[in-house]
Structure formats: structure tokens, C-alpha cells
């Protein structure tokens, strides 16, 4: 049967296990779910496609828990419903979570989806619904969850014209022309999808684009979108352009201390929260790759972010102020900019403004240290913004599973109160006490049928919304239950497909920037390798600047000898990479110009070690291929085919990285390639 991937992670296919499908049958086909809120139609709306295509079996619904086997509603949507005896586990759902528990009534068994709101309820749906497509039991289930992060946020770089910045998967899905009348079916799917995965914040604009959005016109269609997000629990955040006063105001300035300037933005917010009563705020990009700013005003972010913050406050809006910042003005290691602007604010800005921090000092690199912001500004709610859209990572033609490069960061330790502060607690407020704690992902959503382009990219979506919710799962966990409801739940197609998701970020830094190497893609466009490439027009645009190969070595000395940059680490973190014998291999040239002769832990010098990550790095994409192969018989045909092309490209373009990376690096180090790693290629 072809499949086109449109339905993503919620295909809710016949169980194809007959045990468990009778099991199913016996314990959910009649339903208690009473209430008319929207989000609770939604839930009703999800749980009759679901179950009807899980067990190919119309769902009754009842109008008394008397007759139903599955109870779902909150204690307000029904006073049968609040006679349960669940309280206690009740409140540690909180306002957005939910308990799915087995349980008897007057003798006979039931399931009751409860939660203390409507959306809870929601979510509690789409998790129950999880648990069937992922084929686990659900005969004495005890569920209690609750979201460790409050916002859990969808970036897009999406343009009003329809083209998405860094987008690899067709055009914006947002179809303005259409707007506000037109409502296309793939808004409520999307809100779905999200819904399902606990998102509840989406940003529709590009952090770069202009005014526009924020003109009469344009507020009505996003209105529009507001509406068909609400009963999913999502809320539509905007990017506030900083010099939006000048550009459709006609004011003469956008100084933040600016009493008319500050007049118009909290009536331009006033005016937002008339069409859309539950608007979520702003995300702001402010002096960087040129952009506007309080700083072309002489004022700080701080007197930025607060002036939006002031505005929104009464509404309960947020401002999202980017900590992706670096000036047009090459300082001498772009990396050091970010924490030397934000790291004396700390405590300078209004509780209801958060610093997204990209995950890396750097940008979405396949791999990179965790940013030294994490740790360094106690006083200051910090959100995590992760990139889904795989601009350095082989756009939407690379199979990677980015799950493991996200937790790779969130178990990083900061030592900001000493062992253990990991960056997942800074970001659960844990650590500080923070009360606004958030995540967020730069969509890799598109118009494609399939949404992301390759298939695997829903993965990267999926993994977002679970960790958000919950950072200690782990990528096998999540692998695992994406597989399942994706692609089906047989052993072998679990294990295997498992098997090269969890191997597949490895697989990239091999072939692409193993040992530290980063920012050695092609200009601009940041495809392929171009290691050599040194015509830009700033320096820290050219890869010479990062990798800066010589005669000697290889590598970017960030230590107290070169930038300095580690010292906005603490100083146990910095100690740790100082040191180049306990600096783990896998940052080495990212802190140290490292000798071709150097020796590494596994014997070889740095020349061959690197060499042979490269080989390894090729040599993974062949294996994932293999894998791959296998399963033909037990994937759709449409898309085994899709995923087999594109490993297949996948596997030329390593072997592109690798070639061309190490050709180059040749020139520098006049070594040979160990023979031995020289094997026939495939292609
Ligand atoms: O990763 C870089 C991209 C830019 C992007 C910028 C940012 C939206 O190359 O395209 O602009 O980061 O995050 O602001």
C-alpha cells in the first residue's frame, strides 16, 4: 500500500495483532466523554478517528458513565467524572497535564483519561492514542504526566511571500493569500500533529522578516490562524520587527526609551490582543546579521526586550528576546559575543521576557559544546532554541535523528551550583526557580505532501514536542515510539529502523565535522563541504577561520593561548576542555589548534584519526543503507522508495564530505591516507 507520510505519527492503522486488537476491542469501544468546549470536541473528534481505525470498529458514545468502558473529561466537565477517585494523582497533573488510570466502577473495569483542564484532556487523548498505536498494554495502566517546560514552541522562518528561510521542504504552509476566509484542512492536521506532541506555542514569522505582519490586514488572517489553533492549546506567537515603528508607524526613531515609540507598540499590542485575545507574544531578533535594534539607539537588549515587555504584561504575553547575536563588526571570536552582551543583564529584565539561546555558541552545527549562556544567568528565565530544519546538516536530503544531539545538551553539565546543574535543569527552572521555562525547535515544515521532505524529518518534529514535555526520555525511547506509529510495530522494522536513527548523528559528524571541526560548509547556502572556501565578505564567514589547517595542526585555540572563549565557562567546565589530554576527542579542534602528530586515544595521530572518522563516518551511511534494504517487505512502498533514494544520495554526498575534507586537509598535513582505510566505493 503507498503511503504519501502526510498523516505523519498519526496514522492510527488497524492493530495488526489479533490479541491485542481483541483486548482493545473488549476495554475501549463505548465511550463516556461528555462536554462541548472545543478542545473537548477536539478530544472527541481525535479519539473516534482513533480508535475506529485502530480497532476498524465504530465507537459508541454514551451519554453515562454507567455505560461506558473509557471515562474521559475533567472533574468540571462532569460531576460523574469528579465522583472517580483520582484526586490525588489529579493534582500532580497540574494545568496541562493528565492521568490515564485503570480502575472499577460499581465492579466493572474502566479507564478513565482525566485532567484538570480541557486541553489536559486533549493531550491526555493523544497520549492514550499513543499507547495503542505503540501496541503497548493497557489493561493496568497508572499514567500521571505533566510537561517539565511551560512553553513548547514551533519557530518558523517562514516569509509572507510563502518562501521559508532555511526551508528545505516546499513553501510556508501559512497561505496567506487565502487568509482569513479560507481555512485549509492542513491547519487543523498541523495543529494536530502539535497538539499531539504537546506544542503549545507557535511562531508563524521569520525572526528576519518585516512589518508587515503586524499591519490591520495581516493581523486578521493571523487572527484567523488563532482560531483554528485554540482548541489544540496552541498559541500564536509573532516576530516583533524592532524597527516596525519607523516602517509602518512613521515614526522618526525606534528608541525604546522613546515615549512615542513606546506608545505605539503597546497600541500596536493592545490592538493584536483585540483580534487575538490569547496571543502569545513576540520572539524578537535585535542587532544581529544586521538587523534593527536597541543598540542602533545606544540602549541595551534589556531596554528592548522590557519595552515589548511592559506592553504585553497585562495581557499575560511573553517576549522571546534571541541571544543569537553577533554584529556586523567582526570581533576577533564570534562565539564570545552572545554571553559578553547578555551575561550583565542578568536580572535586568522583566519577568515575563525569556533569552532563547541557541543550543551551541555557534549555529545548529552537527555538533557543538553547549552554549556558556546555560548557566551563567541565574537571574533570568533562558529557553533552549533548537534547529529541526537541518541547515548544516544536509538540509532534508540527510537521514539524521537529532535526538541525541538535543539530549546531548541537556545532560551537559554548566556547574553553575556545582555537579549535576545540567542544562536540562536550567531550562526546567529547576536550578534557578524560574517560572517561565521553555524550548523551542526552527520548523522543518513545508508544503510538501509529507510535510518535512524526508520522511525522517518528522522524527526531529516528534522528538522536539516529547522533550519539551518531558527531557528525560531518551532517544531510544523516542525513536522507538515514533517507528511504531510511523512505520509499524513489527520487531524486526522497530529494531532496525531504531537501530539507524540512533546511529545516524554519529554517522553525520563523521562524514561531515568529526574531532570539533565545524562551520566547513558551503557559503551561504551551508550544503556540502567547502573547507577551503575563504572569499566571504567577513572573516568568521569563511571555514578557514574555523578549522585554520596549517603546516603545524588543525583546530581553533579558544583556550587562554588563543580567544579566551572558554573562560565564559565555569571553571570546571573550562578546565575540562582546557586541557587538551582531558578535552573529549569529539570537541577537540573546537578549543584546540592540535598537532597532526598529536596522539589520540585510540593510538592514531590526529591525521589519521581524523582520516579514519571520515571513513567511519561513509562507512555508517552504507550500513544504514543495508538496513534499510532489509525492510522492504515491511514498509509502504512509496516511501521505503523515498528513503532509499535518499540514503542513497545521502551516501554519494558523504562520500563527498569525506573526499573533498580530507583531499583538502592533505595539503596541510602531507600525510597519507592509511591504506588500509582505502576500500572500493560503492558508487
Ligand atoms: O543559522 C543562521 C541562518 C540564518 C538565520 C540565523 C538566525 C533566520 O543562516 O538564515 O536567520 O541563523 O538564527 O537568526
Known sequence: KADDGYRLWLRYELVNNSTLLSNYRNAVTSVYLPGTSPSLLAAKDELQMGLEGLLGKKVSFQNTLANAQLVVGTPASSSQIAALPLSNQLSKAGDEGFVIV???????????????????????????????????????????????????????????????????????????????????????????????????????????ANALILTKEYLEKVAALANVFRPYGIKIYLTGRFSAPIEIGKLKTADPLNAEVRQWWKNKIDEIYTNIPDFGGFLIKANSEGQPGPQ??????????????????????????????????????????????????????????????????????????????????????????????????????????????????????????????????VLDGSLDGQALTGMAGVANIG??????????????????????????????????????????????????????????????????????LHHIMGYGHHYGP????????????????????????????????????????????????????????????????????????????????????????VDSVRVMQKEWNSLEKLVDKQRFNQVKMLLAVQEKEAVWWRNSCLLYFQTFSKMPIPPSYEKPDQT
Open 102 to 208: 485503570s480502575t472499577t466502577r460499581s465492579q466493572k473495569k474502566i479507564i478513565a483519561i482525566a485532567a484538570n483542564t480541557d486541553i489536559g484532556v486533549l493531550y491526555g487523548v493523544f497520549h492514550f492514542l499513543r499507547l495503542m498505536q505503540t501496541q503497548q498494554n493497557i489493561q493496568h495502566l497508572a499514567v500521571t504526566s505533566a510537561p517539565k517546560t511551560k512553553y513548547r514552541l514551533i519557530d518558523h522562518w517562514d516569509n509572507l511571500n510563502r518562501t521559508v528561510e532555511r526551508g528545505y521542504a516546499g513553501f510556508s504552509i501559512w497561505n496567506w493569500h487565502t487568509l482569513p476566509r479560507y481555512i485549509d484542512q492542513r491547519y487543523i492536521d498541523y495543529a494536530r500533529a502539535n497538539a499531539s506532541i504537546g506544542i503549545n506555542g507557535v511562531v508563524v514569522t521569520n525572526v528576519n
Open 296 to 425: 542602533d539607539y545606544k540602549r541595551t537588549h534589556a531596554d528592548g526586550a522590557n519595552m515589548f515587555a511592559e506592553a504585553l504584561a497585562p495581557h499575560k504575553g511573553i517576549v522571546m528576546w534571541r541571544a543569537f547575536v553577533y554584529s556586523n563588526e567582526s570581533p576577533e571570536d564570534r562565539l564570545k559575543q552572545a554571553y559578553a552582551e547578555f551575561k550583565p543583564l542578568d536580572g535586568k529584565f522583566n519577568n515575563n521576557v525569556a533569552i532563547q539561546v541557541k543550543n551551541g555558541p555557534l549555529d545548529f552545527q552537527p555538533r557543538e559544546p553547549f552554549s556558556p549562556l546555560f548557566g551563567a544567568m541565574p537571574k533570568t528565565p533562558l529557553f533552549i532554541e533548537y534547529q529541526l530544519t537541518q541547515e548544516y546538516l544536509g538540509f532534508s536530503t540527510h537521514l539524521v535523528f537529532m535526538a541525541p544531539l538535543f539530549k546531548e545538551v541537556l545532560n551537559a553539565d554548566t556547574y553553575e551550583k556545582g555537579k549535576g546543574s545540567t542544562v536540562a535543569k
Open 447 to 516: 508544503n510538501d505532501i509529507n510535510w518535512t521532505g524526508h520522511p525522517f524529518g518528522q522524527a526531529n518534529w516528534y522528538t522536539l514536542g516529547r522533550l519539551a514535555w518531558d527531557h528525560q526520555l531518551s532517544s531510544a525511547q523516542i525513536a522507538n515510539e515514533w517507528v511504531r506509529q510511523t512505520f509499524g510495530n513489527s520487531k524486526p522494522l522497530v529494531d532496525t529502523v531504531e537501530k539507524m536513527m540512533l546511529s545516524s548523528r554519529e554517522a553525520m559528524v563523521n562524514y561531515m565535522t568529526p574531532l570539533g
Open 530 to 617: 567547502a573547507p577551503w572556501f575563504d572569499k566571504a565578505s567577513r572573516a568568521d564567514w569563511n571555514p578557514v577561520y574555523f578549522h585554520k589547517a596549517d603546516s603545524i595542526g588543525i583546530g581553533f585555540d579558544r583556550t587562554a593561548n588563543g580567544t579566551n572563549y572558554l573562560s565564559q565557562y565555569a571553571p570546571e567546565v573550562r578546565k575540562q576542555f582546557e586541557d587538551i589530554n582531558t578535552c573529549p576527542e569529539e570537541y577537540l579542534l573546537w578549543f584546540h589548534h592540535v598537532s597532526w602528530k598529536h596522539t589520540m586515544k585510540s593510538g592514531r595521530n590526529l591525521w589519521e584519526e581524523l582520516c579514519y572518522r571520515y571513513y567511519a563516518g
